[in-house]
Protein backbone atom coordinates (compact mmCIF):
# COMPACT_ATOMS: atom_id res chain seq x y z
CA UNK A 1 0.00 0.00 0.00
CA UNK A 2 1.13 3.19 -0.56
CA UNK A 3 1.24 6.11 2.07
CA UNK A 4 -2.03 7.33 0.40
CA UNK A 5 -3.56 3.95 0.56
CA UNK A 6 -2.77 3.84 4.07
CA UNK A 7 -4.04 6.91 4.80
CA UNK A 8 -7.49 6.61 3.40
CA UNK A 9 -7.91 3.18 5.08
CA UNK A 10 -7.35 4.09 8.36
CA UNK A 11 -9.55 7.11 7.93
CA UNK A 12 -12.31 4.64 6.79
CA UNK A 13 -11.62 2.08 9.34
CA UNK A 14 -12.02 5.28 12.08
CA UNK A 15 -15.14 6.14 10.17
CA UNK A 16 -14.03 9.55 9.45
CA UNK A 17 -14.96 10.38 5.70
CA UNK A 18 -15.00 14.17 5.46
CA UNK A 19 -11.02 14.04 5.88
CA UNK A 20 -9.16 14.08 2.52
CA UNK A 21 -6.00 12.68 1.70
CA UNK A 22 -3.48 15.10 -0.36
CA UNK A 23 -0.18 15.47 -1.49
CA UNK A 24 1.95 18.41 -0.57
CA UNK A 25 5.32 19.61 -1.89
CA UNK A 26 8.61 18.71 0.08
CA UNK A 27 9.87 15.83 2.36
CA UNK A 28 8.95 16.22 6.14
CA UNK A 29 5.87 18.34 4.79
CA UNK A 30 3.62 15.92 6.46
CA UNK A 31 0.96 17.64 8.72
CA UNK A 32 -2.99 17.19 9.32
CA UNK A 33 -5.09 20.21 9.09
CA UNK A 34 -7.96 20.80 11.04
CA UNK A 35 -8.88 23.95 9.67
CA UNK A 36 -9.75 22.34 6.34
CA UNK A 37 -9.48 18.70 7.27
CA UNK A 38 -6.80 17.04 5.13
CA UNK A 39 -4.17 14.99 5.51
CA UNK A 40 -1.29 16.17 3.87
CA UNK A 41 1.61 13.87 2.95
CA UNK A 42 4.78 14.55 1.49
CA UNK A 43 5.31 13.37 -2.26
CA UNK A 44 7.91 10.72 -0.68
CA UNK A 45 4.97 9.53 1.56
CA UNK A 46 1.97 10.00 -0.33
CA UNK A 47 3.36 7.52 -3.11
CA UNK A 48 6.13 5.53 -1.12
CA UNK A 49 5.23 2.19 -0.24
CA UNK A 50 7.69 1.68 2.79
CA UNK A 51 7.18 0.85 6.40
CA UNK A 52 8.70 4.80 7.27
CA UNK A 53 5.91 6.03 4.89
CA UNK A 54 3.07 3.86 5.86
CA UNK A 55 4.09 4.98 10.07
CA UNK A 56 3.98 8.89 8.73
CA UNK A 57 0.51 8.57 6.92
CA UNK A 58 -1.21 6.79 9.79
CA UNK A 59 0.50 8.76 11.94
CA UNK A 60 -0.67 12.10 10.24
CA UNK A 61 -4.46 10.28 10.42
CA UNK A 62 -3.56 10.07 14.12
CA UNK A 63 -4.24 13.13 14.58
CA UNK A 64 -7.84 13.52 12.39
CA UNK A 65 -8.92 10.63 14.67
CA UNK A 66 -7.39 12.91 18.06
CA UNK A 67 -9.90 16.04 15.64
CA UNK A 68 -12.73 13.57 15.70
CA UNK A 69 -12.62 12.23 18.83
CA UNK A 70 -12.34 15.26 20.62
CA UNK A 71 -9.29 14.72 22.13
CA UNK A 72 -8.39 16.88 24.83
CA UNK A 73 -4.80 18.24 24.11
CA UNK A 74 -5.27 18.70 20.66
CA UNK A 75 -8.13 21.12 21.29
CA UNK A 76 -5.49 22.62 24.02
CA UNK A 77 -3.04 22.96 21.34
CA UNK A 78 -5.07 24.01 18.48
CA UNK A 79 -6.76 26.89 20.64
CA UNK A 80 -2.92 27.75 21.57
CA UNK A 81 -2.15 28.19 17.88
CA UNK A 82 -2.82 32.01 17.86
CA UNK A 83 -1.93 33.17 21.20
CA UNK A 84 2.15 31.07 20.38
CA UNK A 85 2.11 33.21 17.03
CA UNK A 86 1.75 36.29 18.81
CA UNK A 87 4.18 35.35 21.50
CA UNK A 88 6.41 34.04 18.63
CA UNK A 89 6.10 37.31 16.66
CA UNK A 90 6.87 39.70 19.88
CA UNK A 91 9.70 37.68 21.26
CA UNK A 92 11.13 37.82 17.37
CA UNK A 93 10.57 41.63 17.55
CA UNK A 94 11.87 42.68 21.33
CA UNK A 95 14.96 40.40 20.77
CA UNK A 96 15.98 42.11 17.55
CA UNK A 97 15.45 45.51 18.90
CA UNK A 98 17.78 45.08 21.89
CA UNK A 99 20.06 43.40 19.44
CA UNK A 100 20.22 45.88 17.52
CA UNK A 101 19.48 48.85 19.64
CA UNK A 102 21.58 47.86 22.84
CA UNK A 103 22.96 51.50 23.17
CA UNK A 104 19.69 52.92 23.21
CA UNK A 105 18.00 50.43 25.31
CA UNK A 106 21.41 50.80 28.29
CA UNK A 107 20.55 54.40 28.24
CA UNK A 108 16.35 54.07 28.48
CA UNK A 109 17.66 52.82 32.26
CA UNK A 110 16.93 49.08 34.45
CA UNK A 111 12.88 49.46 34.34
CA UNK A 112 13.06 49.67 30.67
CA UNK A 113 15.19 46.99 30.23
CA UNK A 114 13.71 44.22 33.36
CA UNK A 115 10.01 45.03 31.31
CA UNK A 116 11.45 44.01 27.94
CA UNK A 117 13.09 40.92 29.95
CA UNK A 118 9.35 40.68 31.45
CA UNK A 119 8.01 40.41 27.55
CA UNK A 120 10.88 38.07 26.62
CA UNK A 121 9.81 35.86 29.46
CA UNK A 122 5.91 35.56 28.98
CA UNK A 123 6.81 34.61 25.48
CA UNK A 124 8.97 32.14 25.98
CA UNK A 125 7.00 31.12 28.84
CA UNK A 126 3.75 30.83 26.04
CA UNK A 127 5.96 28.77 23.66
CA UNK A 128 7.20 26.44 25.87
CA UNK A 129 3.72 25.61 27.31
CA UNK A 130 2.99 24.99 23.77
CA UNK A 131 5.92 22.94 22.88
CA UNK A 132 4.87 20.27 26.20
CA UNK A 133 1.36 20.30 25.02
CA UNK A 134 2.59 19.15 21.45
CA UNK A 135 4.23 15.90 23.82
CA UNK A 136 1.53 13.92 24.27
CA UNK A 137 -0.19 14.86 20.76
CA UNK A 138 2.72 13.74 18.83
CA UNK A 139 2.96 10.68 21.32
CA UNK A 140 -0.70 9.60 20.96
CA UNK A 141 -1.24 10.13 17.49
CA UNK A 142 2.11 7.66 17.49
CA UNK A 143 0.70 5.67 19.73
CA UNK A 144 -2.59 5.01 17.37
CA UNK A 145 -0.92 4.58 14.14
CA UNK A 146 1.02 1.92 15.84
CA UNK A 147 -2.10 -0.20 17.04
CA UNK A 148 -4.14 0.53 14.18
CA UNK A 149 -0.86 -1.03 11.74
CA UNK A 150 -0.71 -3.88 14.03
CA UNK A 151 -4.24 -4.55 14.03
CA UNK A 152 -4.64 -4.50 10.45
CA UNK A 153 -1.62 -6.24 9.27
CA UNK A 154 0.18 -3.43 7.54
CA UNK A 155 3.47 -4.47 8.10
CA UNK A 156 5.29 -7.64 9.11
CA UNK A 157 6.94 -8.03 11.79
CA UNK A 158 9.97 -6.46 10.63
CA UNK A 159 8.19 -3.85 8.74
CA UNK A 160 6.22 -2.76 12.30
CA UNK A 161 9.84 -2.20 14.01
CA UNK A 162 10.71 -0.38 11.35
CA UNK A 163 7.39 1.94 11.61
CA UNK A 164 7.82 2.07 15.29
CA UNK A 165 11.21 3.47 15.00
CA UNK A 166 10.24 6.01 12.37
CA UNK A 167 7.79 7.16 14.94
CA UNK A 168 10.35 7.26 17.57
CA UNK A 169 12.85 9.62 16.32
CA UNK A 170 10.49 11.98 14.61
CA UNK A 171 9.24 12.32 18.33
CA UNK A 172 12.50 13.13 19.14
CA UNK A 173 12.55 15.77 17.32
CA UNK A 174 9.25 17.40 19.57
CA UNK A 175 11.64 16.36 22.27
CA UNK A 176 13.95 18.03 21.75
CA UNK A 177 12.31 21.29 20.91
CA UNK A 178 10.39 21.42 24.34
CA UNK A 179 13.31 20.52 25.95
CA UNK A 180 15.00 24.12 23.88
CA UNK A 181 11.68 25.67 24.71
CA UNK A 182 12.77 24.74 28.51
CA UNK A 183 16.50 26.00 28.18
CA UNK A 184 15.51 29.19 26.59
CA UNK A 185 12.95 30.02 29.20
CA UNK A 186 15.15 29.13 32.29
CA UNK A 187 18.35 31.62 30.30
CA UNK A 188 15.83 34.42 30.52
CA UNK A 189 14.73 34.22 33.90
CA UNK A 190 18.44 33.64 34.91
CA UNK A 191 18.80 36.79 33.19
CA UNK A 192 16.24 38.83 35.19
CA UNK A 193 16.84 37.58 38.33
CA UNK A 194 21.08 37.96 37.93
CA UNK A 195 19.98 41.70 36.96
CA UNK A 196 17.82 42.49 40.08
CA UNK A 197 20.73 41.50 42.40
Given at each position: MTGR????????????????????PGKLTDHYNPANRTVNLSEPVYHGRSAAAAAVAAHECG????????????????????IQNVSARIL????????????????MGGAFINTALLVIIGCYAVITLFSLVTLPVEFDASKRALAWIKDRNIASPDEYGQAKDALKWAAMTYAV????SIVGLLYWV???LGGRD
Amino acid sequence: MTGREVAEQMLRDNRIYDVEVISVPGKLTDHYNPANRTVNLSEPVYHGRSAAAAAVAAHECGHAVQHATAYSFLEFRSAMVPIQNVSARILNMVVLFMFFGGMFIFGMGGAFINTALLVIIGCYAVITLFSLVTLPVEFDASKRALAWIKDRNIASPDEYGQAKDALKWAAMTYAVAALGSIVGLLYWVSIYLGGRD
